[in-house]
């Protein structure tokens, strides 16, 4: 069965600490990984796409890694307005367009 | 609007009762989705719309759950006979033709009493 599994499921850091989430999967064959932001009572907001082991996409703090088994979200010198869930999320070779499934989130919280 | 729309924001209902939830998609976008997202829980695919045709349905839960999007634009959602179990949030998302990224409306919320 496909999974992916997110940790931590919360983190707390101080602005300006850099850290690491982490999103494990284990699928039956990868066609994208991708990462999204959630802020409560919204609804998820496109991060990142990710297609093959090695690639890695910036948006301005956060940055993406991809391996064969997991991927990372990096965050660095965070700021209070950073945080939100981080969901991530995998197509499956074969599946239907764009069908994506999410894992259960990691909930950032950065304190000024 | 710019974004995708869902109506109602909040409904509440009794068990039972039969509920529609509305989704008016970005203009232009031929896919659309439909999720479900529980307390503390990811997003879980329902229903993929190409176009005016169920692409895959595979993740509706039983036959209480019927989606439909005539025109090819907007989307209904109706659940029949509600269960207090299908309190959650249900997400809309609509994507542009090749492209990858799902633009998500703000979801509906039911709560069935």
């Known amino acids: 069965e496909d999974q992916v599994t997110q940790s931590p499921e919360a983190l707390r850091l101080q602005e300006g600490e850099s850290s690491s989430l982490n999103c494990s999967y284990t699928?039956?064959?990868?066609?994208?990984l991708f990462w999204y932001r959630q802020d409560p009572g919204k609804g998820p907001e496109f991060l990142f796409t990710?297609?093959?082991a090695g690639e890695e996409k910036e948006k301005e703090r956060l940055k993406a890694t991809l391996t064969k088994k997991e991927s990372f979200l990096h965050i660095t010198a965070p700021k209070p307005e950073d945080s939100a869930t981080y969901l991530c999320a995998v197509q499956i070779l074969g599946g239907s367009n764009y069908k994506l499934t999410f894992g259960k989130g990691t909930l950032l919280t950065v304190n000024p | 609007g710019a974004g995708v729309s869902q109506t109602p924001s909040n409904k509440v209902t009794e068990k039972g009762k039969y509920v529609e939830l509305r989704c008016d998609p970005i203009s232009g976008h031929t896919a659309l989705y439909w999720y479900r997202q529980s307390l503390g829980q990811g997003p879980e695919f329902l229903i993929y719309f190409q176009g005016t045709g169920a692409a895959d349905d595979s993740g509706l839960p039983n036959d209480r759950f019927f989606a439909v999007r005539p025109e090819g634009s907007v989307s209904t959602l109706k659940i029949q006979r509600t269960e207090r179990g299908d309190s959650a949030v249900y997400l809309c998302a609509s994507r542009a033709q090749n492209t990858g990224e799902l633009f998500f409306g703000e979801g509906s919320r039911l709560t069935v009493l």
């Open positions: 990710l297609y093959s």
């Open positions: 699928v039956s064959g990868l066609r994208g």
